[in-house]
C-alpha cells in the first residue's frame, strides 16, 4: 500500500458526500417552489363579527389574525408544490361562508349556519399535478 493512500481515499470520500448529499439534503429540507406558482385568495364572511382567523400561507405555514373586519380576505403566492389550504375561524353570527380560491378557480365554497360563537374551517389541497394540468389547459 502507497503512503498517503488511506488519507486521499477519505478526502475523495467527504468530497463525494459533499457534493451529493448536501444538495440532497437542501431539496429535501427546503420546500421546492411550484413552476410558476399559485395564487391563492381565502375569504370569509359572517352575519356577525369574525374573529380568531387561522389560516396557511403560501409556505405550509399557520398564519393567525385575531380582529380582523367582517368580510375578511387575504390573497397570497403559494410557494410550494403541493400545498393543504386550510382557512378557519369564529364568528359572533349565525350564519359564515368560506372560499379558497386558487389560480382563479373555486376549489372550496361553503356555507353554514349555527349558533353565536360558531366555528368554520374550509381546506383544499392543490399538488403540483393538478398545478401542471391547469397550466396546460390555460
Known amino acids: 500500500m502507497m503512503p498517503g493512500f488511506r488519507g486521499r481515499g477519505i478526502v475523495r470520500y467527504r468530497l463525494v458526500i459533499s457534493l451529493v448529499l448536501v444538495p440532497l439534503a437542501a431539496l429535501i429540507v427546503t420546500p421546492r ?30 398564519q393567525m389574525v385575531t380582529t380582523p373586519s367582517t368580510p375578511w380576505s387575504i390573497t397570497f403566492d403559494s410557494q410550494v408544490t403541493t400545498q393543504l389550504y386550510v382557512v378557519g375561524a369564529q364568528s359572533s353570527g349565525t350564519q359564515m361562508s368560506c372560499r379558497i380560491i386558487v389560480d382563479g378557480e373555486v376549489r372550496v365554497d361553503e356555507t353554514a349556519d349555527g349558533s353565536p360563537g360558531m366555528v368554520m374551517i374550509c381546506d383544499a389541497v392543490w399538488s403540483a399535478a393538478e398545478q401542471a394540468t391547469a397550466a396546460a389547459l390555460g
Do not use: K, R
Open 33 to 62: 417552489a411550484a413552476a410558476d406558482g399559485s395564487v391563492v385568495t381565502y375569504e370569509l364572511d359572517s352575519n356577525g363579527q369574525l374573529s380568531d382567523i387561522s389560516y396557511s400561507d403560501g409556505m405550509n405555514e399557520s
